[in-house]
């Protein structure tokens, strides 16, 4: 790509604030302190200075949720209600990580179907996942070796690295292992909405 010379490239990074700021300021077209109507400016200030609180609180919320995982997580007792930091924790003691999706996991969806399924405190993960996350590798170790066509297409990649489901495709492997395909399927139905009365 030697044609390109000396071309150069800008890339902007704002926050989550900035950005609504810009596309306000984009619609509004207030490029420049001029361009805004008198009668408008303390209103715009006003909005400028809780975006900027916004974008605080998130970096304030950012730092205690990394002091959560780093000091309080590993401290949690059993009887400790589920959340998704739990969870993420708990699949890693029990599942190896070249599992994990490197796109993300979907642990929200999995916390969902854990409360229908009276799943609720770290205790209880732990016992589900003591008792058959065994049985979910030996699923994960079959897929890989005999993947189906459509799996061979669609999750090339992965199987390439040696794996298949992901952490939260273990997880939901061992709720199949445990309480059956059926009452899954009906779990999954019902957090989606889908189930027919």
Do not use: C
Request: overall charge negative; glycine content about 4%.
């Amino acid at each position: 790509m030697s044609d390109l010379g000396d071309l150069r490239v800008e890339f902007q990074v704002r926050t989550l604030a900035q950005h609504i700021w810009a596309v306000v300021s984009h619609k509004l077209q207030y490029k420049q302190e001029e361009s805004v109507p008198k009668q408008l400016v303390r209103s715009l200030n006003r909005a400028s200075a809780l975006l900027e609180t916004v974008d605080l609180e998130f970096e304030r919320v950012l730092a205690e949720r990394k002091v959560y995982i780093e000091v309080d997580l590993p401290k949690v007792r059993d009887d400790e209600p589920l959340n998704v930091d739990l969870i993420e924790s708990i699949l890693k003691e029990f599942f190896p990580l070249q599992n994990l999706n490197p796109d993300g996991e979907f642990y929200e969806t999995l916390l969902q179907d854990f409360a229908i399924l009276s799943i609720a405190t770290v205790s209880d993960l732990r016992n589900l996942l003591s008792t058959h996350s065994r049985n979910a590798m030996e699923v994960e170790e079959q897929l890989v070796r005999e993947p189906t066509e459509a799996a061979s297409h669609i999750f090339k990649e992965r199987l390439a690295r040696g794996v298949f489901l992901s952490h939260t495709g273990l997880a939901h492997r061992t709720l199949k292992i445990r309480f059956g395909d059926d009452r899954v399927s009906q779990v999954v139905q019902k957090r989606l909405g889908t189930k027919k009365a």
